[in-house]
């Protein structure tokens, strides 16, 4: 039978001073070596019990780790034939996913989204794994006010050197490809659990953003099973274990009234909070047109006085007649078609169009900036709600209530499922259930 430890392979320390754990495997008097991802100081080893000290920071979390991994290695001695050798033995544990990076995978996965263009999917689940690696790093000697200021400014390092180009979306694949800190293994209920407590707590996030997470991970996990990285076993989201529930948030749009307040609001003219203004509104006399999509819009969408339309999203084309609210804003930019370089709103005007990262990015920074003009937009229309970009949408299925059959919105609104504009138009039609209670106060 085959005698199993961790060691610190201090043969291979790096300029830190940390080595490599590895567990190692003797058997006839050979030996092969299966490397943990964990790298420690000498000073907080116990060569002896196989287990780090106290004085590493996050001790007792790391000889969980070890003993799991060291338990799922003497499972499978047990489990296969004694005539087996260490290097043999070796190859069982690495086949089993002992060593299979989570990280690595997800990277990978992170890439091909960014190779094919969808860069706002790419950057939310490069997030995901950055917000993974601060659960995984969490200091347990820091009290929660510190960590969360540490977690925020390794936030804030990370965007500057974005912007100073000294650090690229790339180098954080590549980052997270080389990172073995988390198998799958290690992704439990126990894990998951404390990860969405860590999630609230530490970084403020709301239940949907949480539950996009965790879709992730189960995504991740599907496809390591499929690949036969991870035996079925270890899936955390199976039979009774953990649930994701996608729960369902209140809609708000505006009223008529207020969106008459926005109509009649007077700004000057072909400044930023002007742009915004008119883009927004734009954005709902087509039925709540995403606002990045109505960024992006050039001038050769319209044709025969209609808007052929592709919303990014799910690129589902959409012909729509321009509406005459509508066209007394675009004739305003029409006259500065060559000036913005074929766009209709000049907030890609000096967007490489042939660079689809590049209209990204553009796009991005300017529906930020629209969000900030349109609370200022709110106050002077002293209207209460979170004025937003995606609130056009909103509004116009709240003015629309049910008095548009649901296979015509489900039109207007690109969606593939009539199913899913039920749901959305269920947020917005109040009539019966407000006569159903008036039928019982007001006897």
């Given at each position: 039978?085959?005698?199993?430890?961790?060691?610190?392979?201090?043969?291979?320390?790096?300029?830190?001073?940390?080595?490599?754990?590895?567990?190692?495997?003797?058997?006839?008097?050979?030996?092969?070596?299966?490397?943990?991802?964990?790298?420690?100081?000498?000073?907080?080893?116990?060569?002896?019990?196989?287990?780090?000290?106290?004085?590493?920071?996050?001790?007792?979390?790391?000889?969980?780790?070890?003993?799991?991994?060291?338990?799922?290695?003497?499972?499978?001695?047990?489990?296969?034939?004694?005539?087996?050798?260490?290097?043999?033995?070796?190859?069982?544990?690495?086949?089993?996913?002992?060593?299979?990076?989570?990280?690595?995978?997800?990277?990978?996965?992170?890439?091909?989204?960014?190779?094919?263009?969808?860069?706002?999917?790419?950057?939310?689940?490069?997030?995901?794994?950055?917000?993974?690696?601060?659960?995984?790093?969490?200091?347990?000697?820091?009290?929660?006010?510190?960590?969360?200021?540490?977690?925020?400014?390794?936030?804030?390092?990370?965007?500057?050197?974005?912007?100073?180009?000294?650090?690229?979306?790339?180098?954080?694949v590549a980052y997270f490809k080389k990172n073995k800190t988390l198998n799958f293994q290690d992704i439990d209920e126990a894990f998951v659990e404390k990860y969405k407590t860590f999630c609230t707590a530490y970084l403020n996030q709301k239940t949907r953003t949480i539950t996009n997470q965790l879709i992730f991970i189960r995504t991740l996990f599907n496809i390591a099973m499929k690949e036969g990285i991870v035996p079925s076993k270890y899936y955390p989201f199976s039979g009774d274990k953990v649930k994701i529930r996608i729960g369902s948030s209140n809609k708000i749009g505006l009223t008529i009234q207020e969106i008459e307040r926005i109509e009649a609001l007077k700004l000057e003219k072909h400044s930023s909070v002007w742009h915004t203004h008119n883009i927004w509104l734009v954005a709902f006399y087509f039925a709540g047109i995403r606002i990045s999509d109505i960024v992006q819009l050039k001038w050769t969408d319209f044709?025969?006085?209609?808007?052929?339309?592709?919303?990014?999203?799910?690129?589902?084309?959409?012909?729509?007649?321009?509406?005459?609210?509508?066209?007394?804003?675009?004739?305003?930019?029409?006259?500065?078609?060559?000036?913005?370089?074929?766009?209709?709103?000049?907030?890609?005007?000096?967007?490489?169009?042939?660079?689809?990262?590049?209209?990204?990015?553009?796009?991005?920074?300017?529906?930020?900036?629209?969000?900030?003009?349109?609370?200022?937009?709110?106050?002077?229309?002293?209207?209460?709600?979170?004025?937003?970009?995606?609130?056009?949408?909103?509004?116009?299925?709240?003015?629309?209530?049910?008095?548009?059959?649901?296979?015509?919105?489900?039109?207007?609104?690109?969606?593939?499922?009539?199913?899913?504009?039920?749901?959305?138009?269920?947020?917005?039609?109040?009539?019966?259930?407000?006569?159903?209670?008036?039928?019982?106060?007001?006897?």
């Open positions: 039978m085959a005698a199993i430890k961790i060691v610190r392979r201090k043969n291979k320390q790096r300029k830190d001073g940390s080595a490599p754990l590895a567990l190692r495997i003797s058997k006839d008097y050979k030996t092969n070596y299966c490397f943990l991802g964990q790298y420690v100081l000498e000073k907080d080893w116990d060569d002896v019990q196989g287990k780090v000290k106290r004085t590493h920071p996050n001790s007792r979390k790391l000889n969980n780790f070890l003993m799991k991994k060291l338990t799922e290695v003497n499972d499978i001695s047990f489990e296969i034939n004694d005539g087996i050798s260490s290097k043999e033995m070796k190859k069982k544990v690495k086949g089993s996913g002992a060593g299979k990076s989570f990280f690595n995978l997800a990277a990978k996965r992170v890439q091909s989204k960014y190779d094919r263009g969808t860069f706002s999917v790419a950057k939310s689940e490069l997030s995901i794994l950055y917000n993974l690696e601060e659960f995984l790093n969490l200091k347990t000697s820091l009290t929660k006010v510190q960590n969360i200021k540490a977690i925020k400014e390794r936030r804030k390092e990370r965007i500057s050197r974005g912007r100073k180009n000294e650090y690229s979306f790339m180098d954080s044709k025969d006085e209609r808007l052929f339309y592709i919303m990014n999203k799910n690129e589902k084309p959409l012909s729509l007649k321009i509406p005459e609210k509508a066209d007394d804003i675009l004739k305003f930019y029409k006259k500065s078609q060559s000036e913005n370089n074929g766009y209709v709103f000049p907030f890609l005007k000096e967007a490489n169009s042939n660079d689809k990262e590049d209209v990204f990015i553009k796009t991005r920074n300017a529906t930020k900036l629209f969000n900030k003009y349109l609370k200022r937009i709110a106050k002077q229309c002293d209207i209460d709600k979170n004025l937003s970009n995606h609130i056009a949408r909103h509004s116009f299925g709240n003015i629309a209530g049910d008095r548009i059959h649901p296979l015509m919105l489900q039109k207007l609104y690109r969606h593939s499922d009539l199913k899913t504009t039920l749901n959305y138009q269920a947020n917005f039609i109040n009539r019966d259930a407000d006569e159903a209670l008036d039928s019982v106060i007001n006897f």
